[in-house]
């Protein structure tokens, strides 16, 4: 039953990603997922404003309900029931029965399945089996007898073919996912209770007697646990942070976007996936494109969930870092250091050694306008324009004396590490040109060597070195991936994995209110 009320958690944290990359080339692609899923990717509503679209499949969903419907059976064993205590009188007296120490100790499910519609969830729990222990005494009181009659002993109360169902509803609310019950029941039509010790005139009077409250006991208190655990599971999606911080410039917003999409094979839940400046948040942004509803990996392997990912995001943090001045670097030290000296430019640009003899040298590398990202089925491309300021240092004075615009495009492939998204990058173009200068107009096709080796030896490193670190995914620390891999899409880019249940960190459960038994 908990099983139902947690995949939605399962599917919209996740966490601990084995690393896997896919190339420039790999054959695998994904499957024709917009003709498997028909008219449901085209609903103007899908995937409304998501950057990030994660999905779980049939197979994801199976794999959760039953992983998650052992771990509500081991909740429930051992559960404590109220006491009871019940008067009967006869003409010939009264007894004073009084059951204590009701424990269910045993229970399994044989089956269960979760329907998805429009109209929300339905959970349906079949061949429930419980074993309920207790003691039991009763006491018999008559004015005909001079002193009272007592006796105990055990029972044993056994339900093999019971029925558990809950119907909910799934939306978004503040940010995050509120689930509402709608229905819930548990029936254990058939239970047996078999008495120990005492005297066996007792037995049938004692079946008779307590056998229906046993039950709707026992029935109670299942349902109640479920209603609790709907409880905690919305404190838990309550808590959750709106934003994850990815360094101290910026976090990615992971607020929910829209209500979930239920589908038959099908959830998907869409988060913001912009990233924002922590000291300067601005207005949030619409991705331009929309991500198609039930995006899942439906090749021959396929994986319990699927997370799409928007060019929009990766282009978002650019924005984010560009405006931030994160974009600059002063390269002052190179392997080669000796090509920061006019002297080893003095047949790339002649007059500039001929200005500044042997004086050491500057490159001032500042973006001109924030990077664009793009997704397409050869991996991640990035281009950007920069303006590169050649500085000598002249009787420790810093002249700026030309200005080369460069237009730089990156590759980059993408991994999964822990629970980071991150990459590497390498250099796929570069062109110059001259943008002004103080010692006259050069041919930049000269200096297009050195500026290669300066952004493979320096910029390309720090590009990487950042890169490497990548930004989080939303996860909750209980679910790891499993032959995780990166495959790329026109716009987009899917992960696909499949998941391992570790134990889902849920806050303290509230003391169960027993009103209703």
């Keep these: 039953m908990k099983a139902l009320l947690l995949s939605i958690a399962a599917i919209f944290f996740l966490s601990h990603g084995a690393a896997a990359r896919i190339g420039i080339g790999d054959e695998e692609r994904v499957g024709n997922f917009r003709d498997f899923f028909g008219s449901a990717a085209a609903d103007p509503a899908d995937g409304a404003e998501a950057g990030i679209l994660v999905t779980l499949s049939e197979m994801g969903i199976s794999y959760v309900r039953e992983v998650l419907v052992d771990s509500v059976l081991q909740d429930l064993t051992p559960l404590n029931l109220p006491n009871v205590k019940r008067r009967v009188e006869w003409p010939i007296g009264i007894v004073d029965v009084e059951l204590k120490n009701i424990v269910i100790v045993y229970a399994n499910v044989s089956s269960s399945n979760v329907d998805l519609g429009n109209t929300g969830i339905w959970f349906n729990a079949s061949g429930v089996e419980t074993k309920v222990s207790l003691d039991w005494k009763y006491t018999y009181t008559a004015s005909l007898i001079p002193f009272p009659i007592s006796d105990s002993g055990t029972a044993t109360a056994k339900v093999n073919d019971g029925d558990a169902w809950l119907q909910a509803t799934m939306q978004q609310k503040n940010g995050t996912l509120s689930i509402q019950v709608t229905e819930c029941n548990t029936d254990l039509s058939s239970l047996d209770l078999e008495l120990q010790g005492g005297q066996s005139w007792l037995y049938q009077w004692f079946v008779y007697a307590f056998k229906g409250q046993i039950q709707k006991s026992v029935e109670s208190a299942l349902t109640t646990q479920v209603l609790a655990a709907v409880s905690r599971l919305n404190r838990l999606l309550l808590s959750l942070p709106r934003q994850l911080q990815v360094d101290t410039t910026s976090a990615v917003d992971v607020t929910v976007v829209d209500d979930p999409i239920l589908n038959q094979n099908y959830i998907s839940v869409g988060v913001m996936g912009e990233f924002v400046d922590i000291a300067s948040p601005s207005e949030r942004k619409h991705p331009p494109k929309k991500l198609p509803a039930g995006l899942l990996c439906i090749d021959s392997d396929v994986k319990m969930i699927t997370v799409a990912l928007g060019d929009y995001v990766i282009t978002s943090a650019s924005d984010v870092y560009y405006k931030a001045g994160r974009l600059e670097r002063v390269v002052d030290r190179l392997p080669q250091q000796s090509l920061l000296n006019t002297a080893s430019w003095r047949f790339l640009i002649p007059q500039l050694y001929r ?29 950007t324009t920069a303006d590169m300021t050649i500085e000598v240092v002249d009787n420790n004075e810093i002249i700026p004396v030309a200005c080369i615009s460069l237009e730089v495009t990156l590759h980059a492939l993408a991994e999964i590490v822990g629970t980071n998204i991150t990459g590497e990058a390498s250099l796929l173009d570069l062109s110059l040109d001259l943008k002004w200068s103080t010692i006259g107009t050069f041919p930049v096709k000269f200096v297009e060597v050195a500026t290669r080796t300066i952004l493979k030896d320096v910029i ?25 891999t990166i495959r790329y899409e026109d716009d987009f880019l899917l992960i696909c994995t499949d998941i391992r249940y570790t134990g889902l960190p849920l806050p303290p459960p509230v003391a169960p209110s027993w009103s209703t038994i």
């Design 460 to 484: 390309l490193p720090l590009v990487n070195y950042n890169l490497k670190k990548g930004f989080p995914l939303p996860v909750i620390p209980a679910i790891e991936f499993q032959e995780a």
């Design 355 to 383: 200005k500044f003899p042997n004086d050491d040298m500057l490159l001032n590398l500042s973006a001109a306008s924030a990077p664009r990202v793009s997704f397409s089925r050869d991996g991640i491309r990035a281009t």
